[in-house]
């Protein structure tokens, strides 16, 4: 799949409002294991933990395929004008 495709299906994702709010849903959910688990409940503070970690990383690489489009047609914008 090149840059284009992946920028716009990412696009897509980050903008649709069933996608975000599934997403904050599961943010939430995880947010409110931490918060509510037993002070020798480790193993369920650290697996919320995970999952938090793995949506931000989830989000951020669907941002840089945005980002990434974006800075390649500005280069080639520049490279236009020189």
Known sequence: MDIEQKA??????????????????????????FANSAATDIEAREEAHSIIRALNLIKAKLQTNVDTLALEERKAK???ND
């Open 8 to 33: 716009k299906r990412s696009n897509f994702l980050l903008t649709n409002e069933f996608f975000i709010e599934t997403f904050e849903d599961l943010r939430e959910e995880q947010k409110t294991v």
């Open 78 to 80: 520049h490279r236009g």
